[in-house]
């Protein structure tokens, strides 16, 4: 163990920030900058919100790989438990202590992400495309016949809300008030708030549950042999819900992006000569949709390669700066799966396979639907949402020629209720930049689900 360096002045270095809309234009400049600092450099989360992130490959596996060094528990976190970071600061909720997989270790964890893996693994693959591919057709019903429509708000935000309502069993009222909750916690805005609107919602469906149990990953998690108790089920529930939506729109909206501004994979594609695998796999290399977590909490004073981690201070995995490391030498991205998009160690992701599966049916149907669409603006004039962990789009606004529905009518436990006229609806262009897109897609949502 190397002696510990004396601590810098507060000034020294400069932390630098990962939020605000700078950071989300041009996160690569900001991981170059990083980088010129060492495989781990000082950030700052939010205000006043200080961390170290990895931006170095083989750092990011050290650190994911090395548990006898680095904790996930938040409870280490030092910052946060004598008040330096208030518990009401809008990055908490997304690095808070929760009885669930992903804040454990050892034992604990095991069992806890036993219960998770044996639950997803009675998800059949056929029923899962199913489940996307009816609710997709129904969403690109209702776009097709305007000729225009946000990707973001009216396709790639609700899809996976729609599948993951039916693979857990979630009643259709019980729509608005998750989809609240989830974008509060992801955004920022009234995160307290939206952290107790999700956590009752919760409460409630495992209460439906134990007294209704069904065919659905809530009601599988019930009877694992872990034993989940009501506080530990809520909390899987927040992490399954917010790894499954989130993370997966943003891969399923970063895809279309691509696709439909880059000629190398959108004339590819519809050639049929680039599988859509491999531009998901471009997509996770370059714009994985969480770019930065993975948040870990050294265990006792540490030096890696001249950088000091000090025991309880976060240490926060930049997938994204890790996947486009100088370093690596590997420029083939096509089937290659040695990206650190889904994370990697015991906390890799669980359900890369059924991310994959939903990101895929999603892209292809679409593409297959509406095969001459286009964006509607120059690729450099779409934005990106500000926040430090997501790479997510403000909106993705699309043209086609119209076309009818495909003929086929969704049930209501399928799919939400017809949305209003797109005479009537803000064109994908006018989405405001400042956050507001996402509280309308919200609202859009709720409509939809009570069938306005």
């Known amino acids: 163990m190397t002696s510990l360096p004396p601590v810098p002045p507060p000034a020294c270095p400069v932390h630098e ?15 170059r900058r990083l980088r010129a600092l060492g495989p781990i450099a000082p950030v700052e989360l939010a205000p006043g919100v200080p961390a ?5 490959y083989e750092a990011a596996l050290h650190v994911l790989r090395s548990t006898e060094t680095f904790s996930k528990d938040p409870r280490r976190w030092q910052a946060l438990s004598d008040g330096t970071v208030p518990a009401d600061s809008p990055i908490v909720p997304m690095m808070m202590y929760r009885p669930n997989a992903l804040w454990a270790d050892g034992e604990e964890h095991s069992r806890l992400r036993g219960a998770i893996t044996d639950s997803l693994a009675r998800v ?4 899962l495309r199913g489940y996307v591919e009816t609710c997709a057709d129904t969403l690109i019903d209702r776009m097709a016949p305007a000729g225009r429509a946000d990707l973001l708000g009216e396709y790639a935000q609700v899809l996976p809300l ?9 009643p259709a009222d019980y729509g608005d008030r998750l989809v609240e909750g989830m974008s509060g916690i992801f955004d920022g805005v009234d995160a307290e708030k939206a952290n107790e609107l999700l956590a009752t919602t919760l409460f409630d469906l495992v209460t439906l549950k134990r007294k209704q149990p069904g065919h659905d990953v809530t009601s599988w998690l019930m009877a694992h042999p872990a034993a989940l108790t009501d506080e530990e089920m809520i909390h899987t529930l927040v992490l399954l819900m917010g790894a499954g939506t989130e993370p997966q729109q943003n891969l399923i909206a970063n895809s279309l992006r691509l696709l439909l501004a880059d000629d190398r994979f959108g004339g590819s594609l519809w050639r049929g000569s680039l599988p859509v695998e491999d531009a998901l796999d471009e997509v996770l290399w370059t714009d994985p949709p969480m770019a930065n977590y ?15 981690l000090r025991e309880g201070c976060p240490v926060v995995v930049s997938l994204a ?3 486009t490391d100088p370093a690596l030498v590997a420029d083939q991205r096509a089937g290659n799966r040695a990206h650190l998009a889904w994370s990697a160690g015991p906390h890799n992701c669980p359900a890369q396979g059924p991310a994959r599966l939903i990101a895929a049916t999603a892209v292809e149907k679409l593409l297959d639907r509406l095969p001459d669409i286009e ?3 120059d690729a450099e004039e779409l934005t990106w949402r500000p926040g430090p962990f997501h790479r997510a789009l403000i909106a993705l606004p699309v043209t086609f020629p119209r076309a009818a529905p495909a003929g086929r009518t969704a049930t209501r436990a399928e ?15 006018a989405v405001p930049a400042d956050g507001g897109a996402r509280r309308g897609w919200a609202a859009r949502l709720r409509a939809w689900w009570h069938g306005h």
Request: glycine fraction near 6%; charged fraction near 15%; charge should be negative.
């Open 17 to 31: 920030p990962l939020y605000g809309p700078e950071f989300a234009a041009d996160p690569a400049a900001a991981y």
């Open 52 to 56: 170290s992130l990895v931006v170095g």
């Open 124 to 127: 059949d693959s056929t029923t």
């Open 162 to 170: 729609l599948v993951f309502n039916r693979l857990f069993g979630c």
């Open 294 to 308: 993975a948040v870990h909490y050294p265990v006792h004073e540490v030096v890696y390669e001249g950088t000091a």
């Open 321 to 323: 700066a890790a996947n």
């Open 375 to 377: 964006l509607a603006v």
């Open 415 to 429: 799919a939400p209720a017809e949305p209003e006229p797109a005479s009537r609806q803000a064109p994908p262009s």
